[in-house]
């Protein structure tokens, strides 16, 4: 007897999830036969382009369209601002032109007459004082760059920092860094009488169609949106932003499909940022290196929003009874902020946990010791003390780790390991889902979802394959589209936990129904019968093939929906933890930091696909290798300028 219970088996137990399943879709990407919203090229598709802003503060002062409508190849001029806007941040966009060529749309850029009236501006992320004192008008108002976001105290943090054996203050900073998807923003848009239709690299294909019908006066149903792959989005590619209604207006004004895909210097300007984080820090701990008080202020910049990392990010995880802390926003004349693989999280971790080894190093104490006499003060203290033992044998700590000054190496080169922790929500969104059996025995999944490089469609098929005991090549997965059931959007770590629970109880509702046809057939108890192998049993008893169970079903498909997983299911418990080590050599005569091994330890549940959980593991050391090494964001005061917004330089 087979109890018939909604849910997963214990991790290991299963076929296919679990197992290290490559990509259903990776011929087509690595091939080239993958088309992402870049490729669109319908026939007569015009080719669109952006003017933007050169200043950081300024006015529209004058345009005048007239010249660019005349050149060569131009099809539709149109502005995007009107003389006396503000602009706020280089790269805003003034004008977009679309054209038979990419050649004449920036050929009509060049025509258009444009003149700004530039204002005073402020882009010093890391001086405070200096943002304190500017003195900035907006919309001719007089604007304060600074603002308060908050106090947060516990206990009696100076007591605790007069008394304590060992005390460490500092200053730490991490700056400003940009979005940098290999694919930029952008859409291909085509108009059929009152239908919109756009191609859109989105992480939110479900809940962006009324995010352009409001602006462009039109219903949201009649608004279709496709992904059908992505090249990244990292958190940058939620919403519909004002060059996608600007390339739907183009489409509607020519009666031609428009393509307007930001470059890749506007990309970085305003297609999104981490904000910065700096701050001054005091900590302190006992005799025995147990932290006992921590103070702070930490300042930054998001852009014009002037905001930084959130008050209570600061301390990261580690929370002593005694604590102060203050946060303070500067609104600066960059590019706009957006999330991006958790917000905040790195830079609070950054400023947080290198205080730490400064103070244990104080205390004698390498930082491994000093975290694990600390866990206590963590929310997750069961997950972190195994994963940090885990991560010293890996690394083998006990023998690389030296104090600070002695053992680090001859010559120039020196070794060192360091340690950090850290943890997110995770857990599963809201989505939809419709299944289809047909009568051969194929499945087809639909959901409104996307696949921003987790392996979404591997994961819906993996789960499908699984409760039906079929090959992954049985199953056809469509999503990338608003016309099919709703889905939410791709980030916070919560697709595949979002999708993977829908698609298990709506599969497993439509085998008991063909597995209740079966018994009927055979004249067996249907509660005994599991599917398995392209068959279907009763113990070890083979009772018909899955082909043949599916024919049961009729003529027509057994369709089935089914909405968001429940708790009861699975698949929805949140807040993780990680461990990261690195081992690195640094060259302290030319500065040459080369990396010799890194360790990640990751709390995940139940993981469907063992590949691309490594994958995604090994991308977020990636990412934060070149936000410790090789990125920043670099503005000049003089000019307000982002003056390495190129692949080369940034």
């Known amino acids: 007897m087979v109890e018939r219970k909604i849910g997963w088996a214990p991790q290991g137990s299963h076929t296919l999830v679990g197992g290290e399943i490559p990509r259903v879709d990776g011929q087509l990407k690595a091939s080239g036969q993958a088309k992402y919203t870049h490729d669109m090229n319908s026939p007569g598709t015009l080719f669109a382009k952006l003017l933007t802003s050169p200043h950081a503060h300024a006015k529209v002062a004058l345009i005048n369209l007239e010249k660019a409508k005349g050149v060569k190849g131009v099809k539709a001029v149109l502005a995007m601002v009107k003389v006396g806007d503000e602009i706020r941040y280089e790269g805003w966009p003034i004008v977009a032109i679309a054209a038979e060529r990419p050649e004449y749309a920036e050929d009509g850029l ?3 007459e444009v003149k700004f009236d530039p204002l005073p501006h402020y882009v010093d992320e890391a001086n405070l004082k200096g943002a304190e004192a500017a003195e900035i008008t907006d919309a001719g108002e007089p604007l304060k760059l600074t603002r308060t976001l908050g106090i947060d105290k516990t206990g009696d943090t100076d007591e605790a920092i007069q008394s304590a054996a060992h005390v460490h203050r500092g200053f730490y900073g991490v700056p400003s860094i940009t979005h940098m998807c290999l694919e930029p923003h952008g859409s291909h848009a085509a108009w059929k009488d009152e239908d919109l239709q756009v191609a ?18 039109v219903d949201a149903a009649r608004v279709t949106i496709r992904c059908d792959f992505m090249g990244g989005g990292f958190g940058s590619k939620f919403a519909v932003d004002a060059w996608d209604v600007a390339c739907a207006r183009l489409a509607k004004v020519t009666g031609r499909p428009v393509r307007l895909m930001l470059n890749r210097s506007t990309e970085m300007q305003i297609a999104g940022n981490r904000p910065s984080a700096f701050a001054e820090v005091t900590v302190a701990c006992d005799a025995e290196g147990h932290l006992t008080a921590w103070e702070s202020h930490h300042w930054g910049t998001n852009g014009p929003q002037g905001s930084t990392i959130a008050l209570g990010m600061a301390p990261y995880l580690f929370k002593p009874s005694n604590r102060t802390c203050r946060a303070t926003g500067i609104a600066t004349h960059c590019g706009p902020e957006r999330d991006w693989r958790a917000p905040h999280h790195p830079q609070a971790c950054a400023l947080t946990q290198t205080a730490l080894d400064d103070l244990a190093a104080k205390a004698g104490l390498d930082s491994l010791e000093f975290f694990r006499r600390n866990l206590d003060l963590t929310n997750l203290p069961h997950i972190y003390r ?4 885990i991560a010293a044998r890996l690394m083998d700590w006990e023998t690389k780790w030296h104090p600070r000054g002695q053992g680090a190496g001859r010559g120039a080169v020196k070794r060192g390991v360091g340690v950090a922790l850290h943890t997110w929500g995770g857990g599963p969104h809201q989505s939809n889902v419709t299944l289809k059996v047909h009568p051969d025995g194929t499945i087809e999944v639909l959901m409104g979802t996307q696949d921003n490089g987790t392996g979404t469609r591997t994961c819906i098929a993996q789960v499908t394959a699984e409760t039906f005991g079929v090959p992954m090549t049985a199953v056809k997965v469509s999503i990338g589209s608003n016309q099919y059931p709703q889905a939410g959007p791709s980030g916070g770590s919560t697709t595949i936990g979002g999708v993977s629970g829908p698609v298990r109880r709506t599969a497993q509702q439509a085998l008991w129904k063909i597995l209740d046809l079966a018994a009927a057939k055979y004249g067996v108890d249907g509660n005994s ?4 192998d392209g068959r279907i049993w009763s113990g070890e008893t083979l009772i018909c093939t899955w082909k043949q169970a599916a024919g049961l079903i009729g003529p027509m498909p057994l369709e089935l929906r089914g909405g ?7 698949l929805t418990s949140q807040q993780v933890g990680g461990v990261q080590m690195a081992e690195v050599a640094v060259d302290i005569e030319t500065g040459v930091v080369r990396i010799v091994k890194m360790v990640a330890v990751q709390d995940m ?3 469907v696909n063992r590949l691309l959980a490594r994958s995604q593991v090994s991308g977020g050391l990636i990412m934060g290798i070149a936000y410790a090494l090789s990125e920043e964001r670099i503005m000049d005061n003089k000019t307000g300028r982002f003056i390495n917004a190129n692949f080369n330089d940034y």
Do not use: C, D, K
């Open 110 to 112: 060049r025509a258009v």
């Open 200 to 217: 859109l690299s989105t992480q939110n294909v479900s809940g962006t169609a009324t995010q352009y019908a409001l602006p462009l006066g």
């Open 386 to 389: 195994p994963e940090l033992e």
């Open 529 to 532: 019968l599991f599917a398995r």
């Open 564 to 570: 968001p997983v429940t708790e009861e299911e699975g």
């Open 605 to 607: 549940g139940l993981i």
